[in-house]
Protein backbone atom coordinates (compact mmCIF):
# COMPACT_ATOMS: atom_id res chain seq x y z
CA UNK A 1 0.00 0.00 0.00
CA UNK A 2 1.39 3.29 -0.60
CA UNK A 3 2.31 6.39 1.78
CA UNK A 4 -0.68 8.96 2.08
CA UNK A 5 0.02 11.41 -0.77
CA UNK A 6 2.03 9.37 -2.92
CA UNK A 7 1.16 9.07 -6.68
CA UNK A 8 1.70 5.90 -8.78
CA UNK A 9 2.50 6.87 -11.54
CA UNK A 10 3.17 5.24 -15.06
CA UNK A 11 6.14 6.15 -17.37
CA UNK A 12 6.65 5.29 -20.65
CA UNK A 13 9.82 6.23 -22.71
CA UNK A 14 11.77 4.61 -25.07
CA UNK A 15 14.87 5.43 -24.51
CA UNK A 16 16.28 3.11 -21.40
CA UNK A 17 18.58 5.55 -19.44
CA UNK A 18 16.19 8.42 -19.97
CA UNK A 19 13.26 6.13 -18.80
CA UNK A 20 15.70 5.02 -16.19
CA UNK A 21 16.75 8.24 -14.87
CA UNK A 22 12.99 9.30 -15.01
CA UNK A 23 11.98 6.49 -13.00
CA UNK A 24 15.10 7.34 -10.23
CA UNK A 25 14.32 10.84 -10.08
CA UNK A 26 10.74 11.09 -9.49
CA UNK A 27 10.94 7.85 -6.74
CA UNK A 28 13.96 9.78 -5.09
CA UNK A 29 11.65 13.21 -4.52
CA UNK A 30 9.55 11.05 -2.28
CA UNK A 31 6.13 11.62 -3.86
CA UNK A 32 5.97 9.35 -6.66
CA UNK A 33 6.01 5.36 -6.81
CA UNK A 34 6.74 4.63 -10.24
CA UNK A 35 4.31 1.28 -10.55
CA UNK A 36 6.06 0.39 -14.04
CA UNK A 37 8.23 1.72 -16.78
CA UNK A 38 7.67 0.74 -20.31
CA UNK A 39 9.15 1.76 -23.63
CA UNK A 40 6.01 2.01 -26.28
CA UNK A 41 2.52 2.66 -26.49
CA UNK A 42 1.28 -0.86 -26.82
CA UNK A 43 3.07 -1.72 -23.27
CA UNK A 44 1.92 1.74 -21.82
CA UNK A 45 -1.49 1.16 -22.34
CA UNK A 46 -1.47 -2.48 -21.05
CA UNK A 47 0.20 -1.19 -17.91
CA UNK A 48 -2.56 1.45 -17.37
CA UNK A 49 -5.56 -1.47 -17.84
CA UNK A 50 -3.56 -3.52 -14.91
CA UNK A 51 -2.17 -0.92 -12.91
CA UNK A 52 -5.22 1.89 -12.98
CA UNK A 53 -2.12 4.87 -12.04
CA UNK A 54 -2.69 7.92 -10.59
CA UNK A 55 -1.04 9.25 -13.74
CA UNK A 56 1.34 9.06 -16.58
CA UNK A 57 4.30 10.36 -18.26
CA UNK A 58 5.19 9.41 -21.65
CA UNK A 59 7.43 10.47 -24.16
CA UNK A 60 5.23 12.34 -27.03
CA UNK A 61 7.10 9.98 -29.81
CA UNK A 62 7.92 5.91 -29.70
CA UNK A 63 8.40 2.83 -31.21
CA UNK A 64 7.26 1.77 -33.68
CA UNK A 65 5.95 5.02 -35.50
CA UNK A 66 8.09 7.88 -33.91
CA UNK A 67 5.43 10.33 -34.67
CA UNK A 68 2.66 11.35 -32.03
CA UNK A 69 2.65 8.06 -30.50
CA UNK A 70 2.56 9.59 -26.78
CA UNK A 71 -0.42 11.90 -27.55
CA UNK A 72 -2.88 9.03 -29.50
CA UNK A 73 -2.50 7.16 -26.26
CA UNK A 74 -3.09 10.18 -23.77
CA UNK A 75 -6.15 10.90 -25.44
CA UNK A 76 -7.31 6.92 -25.14
CA UNK A 77 -6.19 6.89 -21.52
CA UNK A 78 -8.59 10.13 -20.61
CA UNK A 79 -11.13 8.30 -22.44
CA UNK A 80 -10.96 4.51 -20.76
CA UNK A 81 -9.48 6.13 -17.23
CA UNK A 82 -10.78 9.36 -16.16
CA UNK A 83 -8.98 9.43 -13.24
CA UNK A 84 -5.61 9.05 -14.41
CA UNK A 85 -4.02 12.03 -15.24
CA UNK A 86 -1.34 12.35 -18.23
CA UNK A 87 1.59 14.37 -18.61
CA UNK A 88 3.35 14.30 -22.19
CA UNK A 89 6.85 14.99 -22.41
CA UNK A 90 7.71 16.63 -25.72
CA UNK A 91 11.37 18.09 -27.18
CA UNK A 92 9.42 20.36 -29.54
CA UNK A 93 8.02 23.77 -28.52
CA UNK A 94 5.57 23.43 -31.07
CA UNK A 95 1.94 24.58 -30.11
CA UNK A 96 0.26 22.16 -32.49
CA UNK A 97 1.34 19.00 -30.73
CA UNK A 98 -0.07 20.88 -27.48
CA UNK A 99 -3.39 21.44 -29.71
CA UNK A 100 -3.54 18.03 -30.64
CA UNK A 101 -3.44 16.81 -27.20
CA UNK A 102 -5.98 19.37 -26.06
CA UNK A 103 -8.47 18.43 -28.95
CA UNK A 104 -10.87 17.01 -27.23
CA UNK A 105 -10.23 19.10 -24.02
CA UNK A 106 -7.31 19.71 -21.60
CA UNK A 107 -8.81 18.39 -18.17
CA UNK A 108 -6.40 15.78 -16.54
CA UNK A 109 -3.78 16.58 -19.28
CA UNK A 110 -0.15 18.15 -19.64
CA UNK A 111 2.20 18.86 -22.03
CA UNK A 112 5.95 19.60 -20.77
CA UNK A 113 9.05 19.78 -22.96
CA UNK A 114 11.70 17.40 -22.09
CA UNK A 115 14.15 20.34 -20.59
CA UNK A 116 11.48 20.10 -17.61
CA UNK A 117 13.01 16.83 -16.28
CA UNK A 118 15.61 18.68 -14.56
CA UNK A 119 12.89 20.44 -13.10
CA UNK A 120 11.75 17.79 -10.31
CA UNK A 121 9.59 20.23 -8.36
CA UNK A 122 7.94 21.52 -11.78
CA UNK A 123 7.51 17.75 -13.18
CA UNK A 124 5.98 16.75 -9.44
CA UNK A 125 4.06 19.43 -9.71
CA UNK A 126 2.46 18.90 -13.43
CA UNK A 127 2.31 15.12 -12.62
CA UNK A 128 0.18 16.45 -8.93
CA UNK A 129 -2.06 19.00 -11.05
CA UNK A 130 -3.49 16.44 -14.02
CA UNK A 131 -3.80 13.69 -11.33
CA UNK A 132 -6.57 16.51 -9.54
CA UNK A 133 -8.20 17.03 -13.47
CA UNK A 134 -6.16 20.10 -13.88
CA UNK A 135 -4.02 20.93 -17.36
CA UNK A 136 -0.38 21.63 -17.68
CA UNK A 137 1.54 23.86 -20.31
CA UNK A 138 5.21 24.13 -20.84
CA UNK A 139 6.01 27.70 -19.72
CA UNK A 140 8.19 28.36 -23.21
CA UNK A 141 5.07 27.36 -25.02
CA UNK A 142 3.05 29.65 -23.32
CA UNK A 143 5.48 32.41 -23.65
CA UNK A 144 5.33 31.75 -27.46
CA UNK A 145 1.80 31.70 -27.45
CA UNK A 146 1.55 34.89 -25.83
CA UNK A 147 4.06 36.45 -27.42
CA UNK A 148 2.50 35.45 -31.00
CA UNK A 149 -1.93 35.85 -30.09
CA UNK A 150 -1.97 38.82 -27.59
CA UNK A 151 -0.59 40.75 -30.62
CA UNK A 152 -3.39 40.46 -33.41
CA UNK A 153 -6.45 42.62 -33.42
CA UNK A 154 -8.60 39.46 -34.41
CA UNK A 155 -7.39 37.55 -31.10
CA UNK A 156 -9.66 38.22 -27.53
CA UNK A 157 -6.29 38.01 -25.99
CA UNK A 158 -5.60 41.32 -27.64
CA UNK A 159 -8.65 42.85 -24.97
CA UNK A 160 -6.35 41.43 -22.05
CA UNK A 161 -3.56 44.05 -19.76
CA UNK A 162 0.10 42.64 -19.75
CA UNK A 163 -0.78 41.89 -15.97
CA UNK A 164 -3.97 39.98 -16.79
CA UNK A 165 -1.95 38.20 -19.82
CA UNK A 166 0.50 37.18 -16.77
CA UNK A 167 -1.97 35.73 -14.85
CA UNK A 168 -3.50 33.66 -17.48
CA UNK A 169 0.13 32.25 -18.35
CA UNK A 170 0.28 31.37 -14.85
CA UNK A 171 -3.23 29.64 -15.23
CA UNK A 172 -1.88 27.83 -18.16
CA UNK A 173 0.78 26.60 -16.03
CA UNK A 174 -1.75 25.22 -13.60
CA UNK A 175 -1.10 27.34 -10.84
CA UNK A 176 -4.28 27.91 -8.64
CA UNK A 177 -5.13 31.53 -7.57
CA UNK A 178 -2.26 30.79 -4.30
CA UNK A 179 0.33 29.97 -6.62
CA UNK A 180 -0.18 32.74 -8.74
CA UNK A 181 -0.15 35.43 -6.11
CA UNK A 182 3.20 33.77 -4.99
CA UNK A 183 4.57 33.73 -8.63
CA UNK A 184 3.68 37.65 -9.33
CA UNK A 185 4.02 39.02 -6.21
CA UNK A 186 0.22 40.07 -6.54
CA UNK A 187 -2.50 40.08 -3.17
CA UNK A 188 -5.47 37.58 -3.13
CA UNK A 189 -7.94 40.14 -4.25
CA UNK A 190 -6.05 41.50 -6.99
CA UNK A 191 -5.62 37.83 -8.57
CA UNK A 192 -9.43 37.52 -8.19
CA UNK A 193 -9.95 40.61 -10.00
CA UNK A 194 -7.70 39.73 -12.54
CA UNK A 195 -8.57 36.29 -13.09
CA UNK A 196 -12.60 37.59 -13.17
CA UNK A 197 -11.61 40.39 -15.65
CA UNK A 198 -9.78 37.53 -18.12
CA UNK A 199 -13.17 35.59 -17.56
CA UNK A 200 -15.34 38.55 -18.74
CA UNK A 201 -13.39 39.59 -21.46
CA UNK A 202 -12.40 35.94 -23.18
CA UNK A 203 -16.51 35.58 -22.94
CA UNK A 204 -16.36 32.39 -20.65
CA UNK A 205 -19.86 31.54 -18.86
CA UNK A 206 -19.96 31.44 -15.34
CA UNK A 207 -21.28 28.47 -15.34
CA UNK A 208 -21.49 24.94 -16.96
CA UNK A 209 -17.96 24.95 -17.90
CA UNK A 210 -14.89 24.93 -16.24
CA UNK A 211 -13.59 28.48 -16.34
CA UNK A 212 -10.09 27.72 -15.52
CA UNK A 213 -9.71 25.23 -18.18
CA UNK A 214 -12.16 27.13 -20.69
CA UNK A 215 -9.54 29.92 -20.43
CA UNK A 216 -6.43 28.18 -21.20
CA UNK A 217 -8.46 26.26 -24.47
CA UNK A 218 -9.21 29.42 -24.87
CA UNK A 219 -5.63 30.64 -24.90
CA UNK A 220 -4.27 27.56 -26.86
CA UNK A 221 -7.23 27.59 -29.12
CA UNK A 222 -8.27 31.12 -29.86
CA UNK A 223 -8.01 32.08 -33.59
CA UNK A 224 -10.58 34.82 -33.14
CA UNK A 225 -13.40 32.69 -33.81
CA UNK A 226 -13.14 29.52 -31.25
CA UNK A 227 -15.54 29.50 -28.56
CA UNK A 228 -14.16 28.28 -25.29
CA UNK A 229 -15.32 24.68 -24.05
CA UNK A 230 -14.52 22.44 -20.99
Known amino acids: ?9 VIAEDNYLVREGLRRLLEDSGEIDVVASTGNATELLDAVRRFSPDAVLTDIRMPPGHHMEGIEAARAIRASHPDTGVVVLSQHADQSYAL ?3 ADGSAGLGYLLKDRIGDLEDLVHAIREVHVGGSVIDPEIVDTLVRRRSTGPASPLSDLSPRELDVLREMARGRTNAGIEQALYLSSSTVEKHVNAIFTKLHIPATGVHRRVAAVLAFLQNDGTAAPHS
Do not use: I
Request: charged share 15%; glycine share 8%.
Open 100 to 102: ALF
Open 1 to 9: MNEPGVLRV
